[in-house]
Each structure stands twice: as C-alpha cells, then as structure tokens.
C-alpha cells in the first residue's frame, strides 16, 4: 500500500520501508537472509532509514548477533546442524519483534584432530563423519656410511656418507569418507644407516599409505670406495612428489647432502654439504595448518691424510671435514688425524633423523698419517651412518 509521509520539509509519496519512527511505533523488519559458513552464518537484511542497531538470533541455540549493517556475521553455531534466523531493529522510539524466519542454512564445522598413526594399522570412520583431511608423510633414508683413511694405501682418502634424502608427503582436505569405513594404514620405515663393519650400503626409505593416498620415501646416502682422487660421496635423492590424486597437494622430499671430499694430500678433508631443507605441507582450512617433516641428512665430513713418507714428520695431523645441516639432522665432524705414527683416528657415526620423514646424516671419516711405508692403521669401529625417520599418517575430522 502506497502512503504519504512527511520527510525534510517535503511530502513524499512511496512505498513505506516498515519505518514505524515517524507514527511512534518501533520498527519492524523482513525476513532476513542467512549464507552458511564456518561454524558460522551470515544474515543479511533490508535496512530501515530510522533504525540505529539490528540483532539476529538464531533458532536453536538462541545465538546472537548485533550490528548496524547488513550483513551481520553470527558466530559460536555447531557445524553439521541446520539453522534459520530471525532479526529486529531499534530506533529511537524503541525496539520492535523479531521478523519471520530466513531460510535455513548447515553451517560447516573446524577439523579437528582424530589420529595420528606413527606406525601401521586400521583406522574406522566415526559416525557422523564424512569429510577428512588427511596428511601421509613418507619416510626417509639412511645416511651412508664413511670409510677411514689409510695413508698406508695408494687410494687412501677417507670418505665420508652422503645424507639420506627425505621422503615426499601428500595432503588431502575434504576427502570424501562413509561412516564405518575402515582404512589400512602403511607407515614405511625409515631407511637404515650403512655400516662400515660389513661395507653395506644404508636403505630408502619406505612407502606410507592411506588410500589411494601414497607418499614415497628419500634415498639412501651413498658411499664411495677410496681412490686416489679427491672425490666426494653423494646424497640420497628427495622422495618422488605424488601429483597423480587430483585435489591432493603434494610435495617432493629434500635431498641429502653430499659427503665432505677426503684428501690423498697433507691436506684436511672437506666439510660436508648440507641437506636439503623441507618447508613442511599445508591445507588452508579452519583446523588444519602446516605440518612440518624433516629435510634430507646432512653430509659427513672427508676425511684428511697426510702423505706417507721415510721419517719426516707433518707438523699436523689432518682433520675431516665439519658435517653438513638439514632439517631435524645434523651430520657429524670428520675425525682428526694424529700425529703419531702407526694410528688412525675414527671418524663419527651419523646421527639418526629426529623427525618424521627426515634423512639420516652420514657418517663423518676419520683422518690419519704415517711415518713409515706399510705401518698398519687401527681399524675404524664406527662410521655408520644415521636412520632416517618413519613416516606418519595425520588424521582429522570435522
């Protein structure tokens, strides 16, 4: 129904906008319109002229909201259950009712943490649930082992491991789930150091899975033979990234670092390389966030050795290298060399990874000389290279 009011010193002639303040009456409002969102919901309305505040309530729980725009954001609803609203204004002259309902509207819920699996086995999908976000780390590999130097030898440059490459990992937000579905879970084991004892090279790490979500696992550090060149061990290579499920953000693994170089001159051997560093995964969604694993292992150090000689003495021992860094492992130094004759010192095991999916670092070589030809050295006791770390399978629901 079309009406006249007086506004401004001017008669105007239209539709009223439930504005009630110039008859002495409160206002009253439409029905609003509500938008579903996170734990949350978003209620926008026609204003009216003469109105100075709004408030909307929800219906269940009697949650509400002020404001003096459209629209007005209600926060503290429970995801997964179904609302509408209602909205009342106030003016000068008072507050009026509440307006007829909105529509109805599901707010969504936060993700919250369900499990975190650290080694293999089942997980059931609760009830209610039919969205996860799930993040699979692969694991990663074993740091090489170092081998002494050996002045006694024509190819006696201590070697020092390369550092285990980290495995790559895959995330998942919004994955699709039936409430009591069960899941197997694979967590691949991180890859073993090599041992200098028997000469056997450290392992990759293994394959983690959930679904059709697989994340593989770093390589092996390497280790190689002494020579009569200056060469270098290399690191193990990064976990291969997964980009074959689509909607899943995936990663590769970092590479491990490179061995220090041992020297066959009266010369120290070299530090080792570091690893490479992970920037960890992460799912924007309310809950969730980064989840940070480790990077590749650091390289060990070379180790040093003098020349082999008739009598004359160095003046110094020579020292191996200082072990390189990565995320969650740091390599070891190399080993001194002694002055006394007829003596080798060891070199220093490689230190296992202290996170999920991190490379071991290699081993570090010790350093040796000698006065006289064909003198025999100690043999090296240690020398084995560090563990990678296992993988993991993080699980939340909302």
């Known amino acids: 129904m079309a009406i006249s009011r007086i506004k401004n010193s001017g008669i105007k002639t239209g539709p009223l906008k439930y504005d009630n303040a110039l008859a002495g009456y409160p206002p009253v409002m439409a029905a609003p319109t509500a938008t579903a969102g996170l734990s949350s919901a978003s209620v926008a309305f026609t204003a009216i002229d003469s109105a100075t505040s709004y408030t909307v309530i929800s219906s269940p729980g009697s949650v509400t909201a002020t404001g003096t725009s459209s629209p007005i954001n209600v926060t503290g609803l429970t995801g997964g259950t179904s609302y509408t609203f209602q909205i009342r204004a106030t003016n000068s002259v008072g507050t009026g009712a509440y307006s007829a309902a909105s529509n109805s509207v599901t707010p969504t819920s936060e993700y919250t943490l369900a499990a975190t699996f650290n080694a293999g086995g089942n997980w059931t999908v609760p009830n209610g649930v039919s969205y996860i976000a799930v993040y699979v780390l692969g694991s990663g590999g074993g740091g090489g082992y170092a081998r002494r130097a050996d002045p006694w030898s024509t190819t006696g440059n201590g070697m020092g491991g390369g550092g285990g490459?980290?495995?790559?990992?895959?995330?998942?937000?919004?994955?699709?789930?039936?409430?009591?579905?069960s899941y197997s879970i694979n967590i691949g084991s991180g890859g073993n150091g090599g041992n200098y004892q028997n000469f056997t090279n450290g392992n990759a790490g293994g394959v983690t899975e959930f679904g059709n979500l697989v994340s593989v696992g770093g390589g092996n550090g390497a280790t190689t033979a002494n020579t009569n060149n200056d060469v270098t061990s290399t690191g193990g290579f990064a976990g291969n990234r997964n980009n074959n499920v689509a909607g899943a953000?995936?990663?590769?693994?970092?590479?491990?670092?490179?061995?220090?170089?041992?020297?066959?001159?009266?010369?120290?051997?070299?530090?080792?390389?570091?690893g490479g560093a992970s920037n960890g995964i992460t799912l924007n969604y309310a809950g969730l966030g980064t989840v940070n694993f480790g990077g590749g292992g650091g390289g060990g150090g070379g180790g040093?050795?003098?020349?082999?000689?008739?009598?004359?003495?160095?003046?110094?021992?020579?020292?191996?290298?200082?072990?390189?860094?990565?995320?969650?492992?740091?390599?070891?130094?190399?080993?001194?060399?002694?002055?006394?004759?007829?003596?080798?010192?060891?070199?220093?095991?490689?230190?296992?990874?202290?996170?999920?999916?991190?490379?071991?670092?290699?081993?570090?070589?010790?350093?040796?000389?000698?006065?006289?030809?064909?003198?025999?050295?100690?043999?090296?006791?240690?020398?084995?290279?560090?563990?990678?770390?296992?993988?993991?399978?993080?699980?939340?629901t909302r």
């Open 304 to 396: 040093g050795m003098s020349v082999y000689n008739t009598g004359a003495s160095p003046t110094n021992g020579n020292n191996g290298g200082a072990g390189g860094n990565a995320f969650g492992a740091t390599a070891p130094n190399g080993g001194s060399g002694n002055r006394s004759a007829r003596t080798v010192t060891n070199g220093s095991d490689g230190t296992n990874a202290s996170t999920p999916g991190g490379g071991g670092s290699g081993a570090s070589s010790g350093g040796a000389w000698a006065n006289t030809i064909n003198t025999g050295g100690a043999a090296n006791t240690t020398s084995i290279g560090g563990a990678g770390g296992a993988g993991r399978v993080i699980i939340y």
């Open 249 to 274: 953000t995936s990663i590769a693994g970092a590479t491990g670092g490179n061995s220090g170089t041992g020297r066959t001159t009266n010369n120290g051997g070299t530090n080792g390389g570091a």
């Open 165 to 181: 490459g980290g495995g790559s990992a895959i995330a998942f937000q919004e994955y699709a789930v039936t409430p009591g579905t």
